[in-house]
């Protein structure tokens, strides 16, 4: 007779959670609202109804923050370097050109605007390179966000690249932070 009750409950805790998605997938775009059928929405209310994929999105969105932190100070660093390279750089070709004959001038200046077209390349080059690095650890974010979703069996998500599919995924995670705030809230109001 428990297991009936118990199973009773989680039968209306699906239904809630599912009539919940129904209610925030008509706030998306009809594009999306179109390729989320009543089956995913229902499997992803099926997924939600222990917890755990809250905690875990939770804890992918903690880690993304993170990620994303370090990589910003890294590019910022970088940039420090850059400016305090051009600064050094501009300091050392005012001091020769003080210290320059004036008929030496004009010799100095071709070598100094190469060596800062130089700088200036590799600057650019470095900066690239950083933005490449960027691009590449926040694509193996979303893939590794992607994986363990799929392995904590949420509906709507496998390791993709595909824009639409990583839009539609996107969604769906903010269905899931949505629903979790609510219950955050209904949880609050409770007390």
Known sequence: MEEAADG???QERHYQLLSALQGLVK????????RLSYTTLSDLALALLDG??????QGLLEIQHLTEKSLYNQRLRLQNEHRALRQALRQKHQDAQQACRPHNLPVLQAAQ??????????IRE???????????????????QQSTLEKAGVAGFYVTTNPQELTLQMN???????LQQRGCQAGKAAL
């Open 27 to 34: 706030e998306l775009p009809s594009s999306f609202q179109q």
């Open 172 to 178: 769906l995670l903010e269905l899931i932070r949505k």
């Open 113 to 122: 605007q190469r060596e800062l077209e130089a700088v200036e390349h590799r």
């Open 8 to 10: 009773a409950r989680q």
């Open 126 to 144: 470095e900066q690239r390179a950083m933005d490449q690095k960027i691009v590449l650890e926040l694509d193996r974010k979303v893939a590794d």
């Open 52 to 57: 755990t994929v809250f905690e875990i999105v």
